[in-house]
Nanobody
């Protein structure tokens, strides 16, 4: 089983930036994918972006050019750099880990974009 601990959420003004971090621990398989999902009030959880161990990334169209995912394999940590934040980015952001055994989720961190 894999445990995920997120940090870095908060309140930011439109146009601002935030950086989320997620540290994985436990039974981590060498071949895995990590990433971020988000869920806004009244909406379904959606993929923000993901990164495989080799570094290839995938992003939702709504965040392309504004968000960037990276990872530190030595520390089993994934990061989400969010720039030019918009009100519609307000959501609970969940860290996600996936390997051949299944998926694990973090507890979620709130990101609020408001003036």
């Amino acid at each position: 089983q894999v445990q995920l601990v997120e940090s870095g959420g908060g309140l930011v003004q439109p146009g601002g930036s935030l950086r989320l971090s997620c540290a994985a621990s436990g039974s981590i398989f060498s071949i895995n994918t990590m990433g971020w999902y988000r869920q806004a009030p009244g909406k379904e959880r959606e993929l923000v972006g993901k990164i495989i161990r080799g570094g290839t990334t995938t992003y939702a169209d709504s965040v392309k050019g504004r968000f960037s995912i990276s990872r530190d394999n030595a520390k089993n940590t994934v990061f989400l750099e969010m720039n030019i934040l918009k009100a519609e980015d307000t959501a609970v952001y969940y860290c996600w880990y996936s390997d051949y055994l299944g998926n694990s989720w973090g507890q979620g961190t709130q990101v609020s974009v408001s003036s």
